[in-house]
């Protein structure tokens, strides 16, 4: 692991350690597809928790928490925030952001504090990213929700195919 990939894990593994919640870390190596993931993680694939960043203006991000077998639904993302455009930044704006390379990002130690909203298909033990690739924390998803202040809502879709 690169100096960087070490600080994220750091980083994140002291957030979630000063959030109070039992959880425990991850590391595994590369995988190339979600179950793999999910298998390495010893969770099932609806577990894995994606974290995703969305610009809803200049400089307004947030989290969006995504069951890992669905995927973002815009139509209800913009009704819930009532807006008319969002859109995902581009890594290097998702990096600016969280301190997070794409594939890492967890709200665990974002460089800036943002609003997070979970799906709420988002129940039971769940696996998020722990900062760096490889790394992730298994969680009770009740904990992540509260710890972050999250916002629970119908966003997400079933993937297709």
Do not use: C
């Not at 600080?7 to 597809?33: M, Q, Y």
């Not at 979600?34 to 609806?46: D, I």
């Not at 969002?86 to 665990?108: H, N, Q």
């Not at 609003?115 to 009770?140: F, L, Q, W």
Request: net charge neutral; glycine share 10%.
């Amino acid at each position: 692991m690169d100096a960087a990939t070490q600080d994220g894990a750091e980083r994140a593994k002291r957030a979630l350690e000063a959030a109070g919640i039992d959880h425990s870390v991850t590391r595994h190596g590369p995988v190339r597809s979600l179950a793999e993931a999910a298998a390495a993680r010893g969770v099932e694939p609806g577990q894995i928790i994606k974290t995703m960043v969305v610009r809803r203006g200049a400089e307004d991000h947030l989290f969006v928490l995504v069951p890992g077998d669905r995927q973002i639904s815009w139509p209800k993302l913009r009704d819930l925030l009532g807006v008319s455009r969002i859109s995902m930044p581009d890594a290097d704006a998702a990096r600016e952001v969280t301190g997070y390379v794409r594939g890492t990002i967890t709200p665990f130690g974002s460089l800036r504090q943002l609003p997070v909203i979970a799906d709420k298909r988002i129940s039971g033990t769940v696996s998020i990213g722990g900062g760096a690739h490889g790394v992730a924390a298994t969680v009770a998803a009740d904990d992540l929700v509260r710890v972050l202040d999250a916002q629970v809502a119908d966003v997400t879709d079933a993937n297709p195919g």
